[in-house]
């Protein structure tokens, strides 16, 4: 099995040439970044940091289910699988799946998607503040990405050992500043 070390070489491979949606980020900052941000919330399970890299091999990617079992294991390939969305599908259909199932899948995938979405709404919240944050970028607009963005919430604080961890609460606040305006307890990145 690959080691961190390894999965981050892989990861920038794959994802070379790749950017952050209508910027000129390479798009490799965000699984770094999902990766950093479970760090700094004290995640040291080495299948969740190197899930946390791969967690857009196989949507984004060439990459395969195939691939990533024969460079890692069968966990890690299902950890992968649960974040990942079938492109077949709209928007639509895809986070409404997201949203019915994150309270299903494996905590390490769970806690995967979370920073994932943190670590997007942390782009948004930099863009908003610099007066450059363009909904229509997004496949849906500033309407769907809040309905998507509250109702993952949502669900996540059915479960009360989710709904207590401080990076929760996190989430909470660059939402309810990027879609309510409010300013309090929101950290700088």
């Known amino acids: 099995m690959k080691s961190i070390s390894e999965t981050i070489n892989l990861v920038t491979v794959l994802h070379d040439g790749q950017y952050r949606k209508k910027t000129k980020i390479p798009y490799i900052s965000h699984p770094f970044g999902?990766?950093?941000?479970?760090?700094?919330?004290?995640?040291?399970?080495?299948?969740?940091?190197?899930?946390?890299l791969l967690?857009?091999?196989?949507?984004?990617?060439?990459?395969?289910?195939?691939?990533?079992?024969?460079?890692?294991d069968e966990n890690i390939t299902d950890y992968v699988k649960h974040l990942s969305e079938d492109k077949s599908?709209?928007?639509?259909?895809?986070?409404?799946?997201?949203?019915?199932?994150?309270?299903?899948?494996?905590?390490?995938?769970?806690?995967?998607l979370i920073a994932d979405k943190i670590n997007n709404l942390e782009m948004n919240k930099i863009e908003l503040e610099a007066d450059k944050l363009n909904w229509d970028k997004f496949n849906k607009g500033k309407v769907f990405q809040e309905w998507y963005f509250k109702s993952i919430y949502q669900?996540?604080?059915?479960?009360?050992?989710?709904?207590?961890?401080?990076?929760?609460h996190y989430y909470k606040t660059l939402v309810l500043f990027i879609f309510d305006g409010e300013i309090d307890g929101i950290p700088n990145i």
């Open 34 to 52: 999902v990766m950093t941000l479970l760090i700094r919330y004290g995640f040291t399970d080495e299948a969740l940091l190197k899930t946390a």
């Open 155 to 168: 669900e996540l604080v059915k479960n009360k050992k989710i709904a207590e961890h401080p990076m929760v």
């Open 55 to 72: 967690h857009d091999t196989l949507e984004d990617t060439e990459y395969t289910s195939v691939d990533l079992k024969k460079d890692f």
């Open 89 to 112: 599908k709209s928007w639509i259909e895809r986070k409404s799946h997201t949203i019915r199932n994150i309270n299903k899948i494996p905590d390490v995938s769970k806690w995967v």
